[in-house]
């Protein structure tokens, strides 16, 4: 719009000043040039210096974005892995009877250190970094399995009270409770029968927790042999029993 206007004003001028001779009017010619010149050169400069300002929001963007990414915290599991859940001694004694490590099987209501139910039922909400269920197995039938699980305390209760109402024995251990069960059927097969042994004892929540109150239920079932002994050994190698 700008230009138009000019040009009309320049039309104008030059007529006005033919007769004052062709070099006036060149003069004239010239500035108008100029003038147009500058016009478009200051067009061009803004244009420059808003794709710029663009390009550097982009790439804050993308700074931005990139960082938030990389800055992200990283969900550390608060129980070990299989290999890592026992003493080198107890290993060397699952070997020694000829018993093989097949990792977590938990799941669809079998393979954790219990066969009631009700607990069962409350090992299946753990999260999966804040619980592992570890399976040796003796072949032909028998096994063990131990469970260890990271919960808020005041969901612990439930657990506690089942086992004060199946145990048959109740002792205090550490800092925490041990409750032994001399045999339980499972649930999805009676025919299998193994004692348990349930320790239960405070412990530091992990931060991937909100809660600021926690503890640590290490339990396990054994078919052949001393679930208490496999807890007791888990508890030490967590930290959870001195």
């Known amino acids: 719009m700008r230009r138009r206007r000019l040009s009309g004003l320049a039309a104008l001028v030059v007529a006005g000043f033919t007769l004052s001779g062709c070099a006036t009017v060149e003069g004239l010619v010239g500035d108008v040039s100029a003038l ?3 016009d478009e ?5 803004t244009a ?7 390009d550097a929001g982009d790439n804050t963007e993308v700074t931005e974005q990139e960082a938030a990414e990389t800055d992200s ?3 550390v599991a608060a129980v070990p892995e299989c290999p890592d ?3 080198a001694e107890q290993r060397s004694a699952f070997e020694s009877e000829g018993r093989q ?9 079998y393979n954790y250190g219990t066969t009631n139910q009700d607990l069962i039922t409350v090992l299946e909400a753990v999260r999966d970094d804040l619980s592992v269920s570890c399976t040796w197995y003796l072949p032909p039938e028998f096994g063990s399995t131990t469970t260890i699980a990271v919960l808020a ?3 612990v209760g439930d657990v506690q009270t089942t086992l004060s109402g199946v145990a048959d024995s109740e002792i205090p251990l550490g800092d925490g409770s041990l409750w032994t069960l001399d045999s339980s059927s499972s ?10 042994a349930h320790f239960i004892a405070p412990t530091p929540c992990p931060q991937s927790l909100a809660e600021t109150d926690c503890s640590v239920w290490i339990t396990s079932t054994n078919s052949a042999g001393s679930s208490e002994e496999l807890t007791r050994d888990a508890a030490s190698v967590f930290g959870a029993l001195n």
């Open 36 to 38: 147009f010149g500058q």
């Open 41 to 45: 050169q200051s067009t061009a400069d």
């Open 48 to 54: 420059d210096s808003s794709q710029t300002d663009t």
């Open 73 to 75: 915290p990283t969900v």
């Open 85 to 87: 859940m026992f003493s």
């Open 101 to 109: 490590p097949e990792g977590d099987r938990s799941g669809d209501g």
């Open 153 to 155: 305390t005041e969901r």
């Open 187 to 196: 649930n999805i097969s009676g025919e299998y029968i193994a004692n348990e």
